[in-house]
């Protein structure tokens, strides 16, 4: 059984910063690509940022200089550093995981919400 746990969203004011992390647990033989989500209300879910197991990292435009993706592939650890944020940044986040265990599936955290006042 996998699972995946966010943590760190909350409220905050415009301009300011968040930091999600995300912890996968369970029997895992190696996590792939690790990567954050987001749904508001009414919206479908999007992608945000995706990293791979060597580092490397793709960004939505709306958030390309503002948003960070990071792992720690010994925790199995994904991290989101948000900064300049927007009130339209406002959502529930999602991580998200490709997994080996004995086969291979994508796996979803419960999300977390945060919210952006102006």
């Known amino acids: 059984q996998v699972q995946l746990v966010e943590s760190g969203g909350g409220l905050v004011q415009a301009g300011g910063s968040l930091r999600l992390a995300c912890v996968a647990s369970g029997s895992i033989d190696s996590i792939l690509t690790m990567g954050w989500y987001r749904q508001a209300p009414g919206n479908p879910r999007e992608l945000v940022a995706a990293?791979?197991?060597?580092?490397?990292?793709n960004y939505a435009d709306s958030v390309k200089g503002r948003f960070t993706i990071s792992r720690d592939n010994a925790k199995n650890t994904v991290y989101l550093q948000m900064n300049s944020l927007k009130p339209e940044d406002t959502s529930v986040y999602y991580c998200?995981?490709?997994?080996?265990?004995?086969?291979?599936?994508?796996?979803w955290g419960r999300g977390t919400q945060v919210t952006v006042s102006s």
């Open positions: 998200n995981a490709l997994i080996r265990t004995t086969t291979l599936l994508t796996y």
């Open positions: 990293i791979g197991s060597g580092g490397s990292a």
